[in-house]
């Protein structure tokens, strides 16, 4: 793995050890965990695990600045300021979800946990050199699962391009076999007792200034170019082996 794969990604932990995480209990460590625990107590903005011109052409550096340095740092901000003095401030943002999702009077909470984390596992899924085939094993299982790689990246495609107004798409394990699917909004899998593997953001702020109102053709973009498989295996393999140990 190179170098600048190797950036600090989340509250410390490289790109590697992100991957080796994204799992399981371990996962509340890697994601949500990115503010365990500061000494001010806040949640933080992790570093983007690549330049910010590294996706391009298919997602300009300009989006990225906007979409990462505006609505991800946003989300940070808005979810600190609503958890402040509170017992959720300590929490990893796994625990949040799980705690908030579908409590009307804790929907703020939810929504900004929530879309702290998906932007988090979005920028983990997108590698410059991505696309491609997953790694043997993680094939294998997508073939059970789906018949076929090509109808495994149909059927995302489709989960990201039917997705009414804002949300995101999801490869997803329910403890059997992988499935695609999306979400409205800030709403993510983990509410759902689901784990993903790999997600795609379909907000509009993810590729309007590149592709305008042509969502296909920025999806069809982020499955043949950037989706970085190996992390969606180590995804895959933490959650079997979690799976595994817990009996």
Same mark, same amino acid.
């Given at each position: 793995?190179?170098?600048?794969?190797?950036?600090?990604?989340?509250?410390? /932990?490289?790109?590697?050890?992100?991957? +080796?995480?994204?799992?399981?209990?371990?996962?509340?460590?890697?994601?949500?965990?990115?503010?365990?625990?500061?000494?001010?107590?806040?949640?933080?903005?992790?570093?983007?695990?690549?330049?910010?011109?590294?996706?391009?052409?298919? /997602?300009?550096?300009?989006?990225?600045?906007?979409?990462?340095?505006?609505?991800? +740092?946003?989300?940070?901000?808005?979810?600190?300021?609503?958890?402040?003095?509170?017992?959720?401030?300590?929490?990893?943002?796994?625990? /949040? /979800?799980?705690?908030?999702?579908?409590?009307?009077?804790?929907?703020?909470?939810?929504?900004?946990?929530?879309?702290?984390?998906?932007?988090?596992?979005?920028?983990?899924?997108?590698?410059?050199?991505?696309?491609?085939?997953?790694?043997?094993?993680?094939?294998?299982?997508?073939?059970?699962?789906?018949?076929?790689?090509?109808?495994?990246?149909?059927?995302?495609?489709?989960?990201?391009?039917?997705?009414?107004?804002?949300?995101?798409?999801?490869?997803?394990?329910?403890?059997?076999?992988?499935?695609?699917?999306?979400?409205?909004?800030?709403?993510?899998?983990?509410?759902?007792?689901?784990?993903?593997?790999?997600?795609?953001?379909? &907000?509009?702020?993810?590729?309007?200034?590149?592709?305008?109102?042509?969502?296909?053709?920025?999806?069809?973009?982020?499955?043949?170019?950037?989706?970085? &498989?190996?992390? +969606?295996?180590?995804?895959?393999?933490?959650?079997?082996?979690?799976? +595994?140990?817990?009996?």
């Amino acid at each position: 793995m190179s170098g600048e794969n190797e950036k600090k990604t989340i509250a410390g /932990i490289s790109r590697r050890q992100f991957m +080796a995480a994204a799992s399981g209990a371990a996962v509340l460590f890697a994601i949500g965990g990115f503010s365990c625990l500061p000494k001010d107590e806040k949640f933080a903005l992790p570093t983007l695990p690549y330049p910010e011109n590294a996706l391009e052409p298919v /997602i300009s550096a300009n989006t990225v600045g906007f979409h990462y340095g505006k609505h991800h +740092a946003g989300y940070v901000n808005k979810l600190n300021t609503l958890v402040a003095r509170t017992p959720y401030a300590r929490m990893p943002l796994e625990k /949040i /979800i799980a705690e908030t999702a579908g409590k009307a009077d804790k929907a703020p909470i939810f929504n900004n946990a929530a879309q702290v984390w998906n932007h988090t596992f979005y920028w983990n899924c997108l590698n410059p050199k991505g696309g491609g085939e997953p790694p043997a094993e993680l094939k294998a299982v997508v073939e059970k699962s789906f018949g076929s790689l090509e109808k495994c990246k149909k059927e995302l495609a489709d989960a990201a391009t039917s997705q009414f107004g804002s949300g995101w798409a999801w490869l997803v394990f329910d403890g059997e076999k992988l499935a695609a699917t999306n979400t409205a909004n800030a709403d993510n899998p983990i509410a759902q007792g689901l784990r993903p593997i790999l997600t795609i953001d379909v &907000w509009e702020h993810a590729y309007y200034l590149d592709h305008q109102n042509r969502r296909a053709e920025y999806v069809s973009g982020v499955i043949d170019k950037l989706l970085d &498989w190996n992390f +969606a295996a180590e995804n895959f393999k933490g959650e079997t082996e979690n799976k +595994a140990e817990k009996g």
